[in-house]
């Protein structure tokens, strides 16, 4: 296990080893495990996006300020950092949890990059850990819109239409599909007078309008292209999935699961199971 290289992708040297090695051990390892440097790491975490968000967007407001931290802190946005420092391959697991996976569990990842953090803290001090934070997230939200990021596809919708005065979309149950512990919802996603009329499926009601809504504001933004201000009449369900076709949500937890080949005039959009 080459811990200086993991050092170099930080762009941090410990001092002291035995606080990376305890950042780097689960429980299932040895009773010197990660959990309380996770504790603090996950603290000083947080005091430092709110940090650079607060420096960053001077115009945003306290609630767009909070959903976006919440955003870049939550499990999903950990993950994809630790796998960019390739943080798996330097985990001390236990042999159950070696036989189980656990060096590709988000869950594990994401709590093994806050204990990270925690162990440079008492390292080095809170300046230390705040620039490994900043290293991590200055790149990310160049390229990150604060407007949308964090909002679920009907906010978005809803937003967008409500922008250029347009109703707000209506959604109906259709159909329903499978038995009744594992039923899947089909949704039907209405904007009248853009002409939409879309179809998103999951294994909640929820799910089935998030996945219809990302398919129509897609349609809605496109339709606004081409004519500004001329609304179409809604089509017959039959001709609409033409152009439209049903967006699938699949699955349960963080991650949606693998589509069906896809048929003419039929496009599938993958949205977490909420």
Do not use: W
Not at 56 to 74: C, F, H
Request: charged share 20%.
């Amino acid at each position: 296990m080459n811990l200086q290289l993991l050092q170099t992708r930080l762009g941090y040297t410990f001092q002291d080893a035995g606080l990376l090695q305890q950042a780097l051990t689960h429980r299932s390892h040895s009773s010197l495990h990660n959990e309380r440097l996770e504790f603090l790491g996950d603290s000083i975490l947080n005091c430092v996006v709110a940090s650079i968000l607060y420096e960053r967007y001077q115009s945003i407001d306290e609630g767009d300020l909070s959903r976006l931290r919440a955003n870049l802190v939550k499990q999903q946005s950990l993950y994809e950092i630790a796998q960019k420092l390739e943080l798996s391959q330097f985990l001390r697991l236990g042999e159950g949890e070696l036989k189980s996976g656990g060096f590709r569990r988000p869950s594990i990842l994401a709590d093994t990059l806050e204990a990270l953090l925690g162990a440079i803290f008492l390292d080095a001090g809170f300046n230390a850990a705040r620039d490994v934070i900043r290293a991590f997230y200055i790149p990310i939200l160049d390229t990150v819109d604060p407007q949308t990021l964090g909002k679920d596809a009907k906010t978005l919708l809803q937003e967008f239409l409500q922008s250029k005065k347009i109703s707000l979309p209506l959604y109906n149950v259709v159909a329903t599909h499978g038995a009744a512990h594992s039923q899947e919802f089909e949704i039907e996603c209405l904007v009248p007078k853009l002409g939409v009329q879309v179809y998103g499926r999951g294994g909640s009601r929820r799910a089935g309008e998030q996945a219809a809504a990302k398919l129509a504001l897609g349609m809605a933004e496109q339709a606004m292209l081409k004519t500004p201000s001329a609304g179409r009449k809604v089509k017959p369900r039959a001709a609409q999935l033409k152009l439209a076709g049903i967006a699938t949500v699949q699955g349960s937890g963080n991650n949606a699961g693998h589509g069906e080949a896809a048929q003419p005039g039929v496009a599938d959009a993958k949205l977490a199971h909420k």
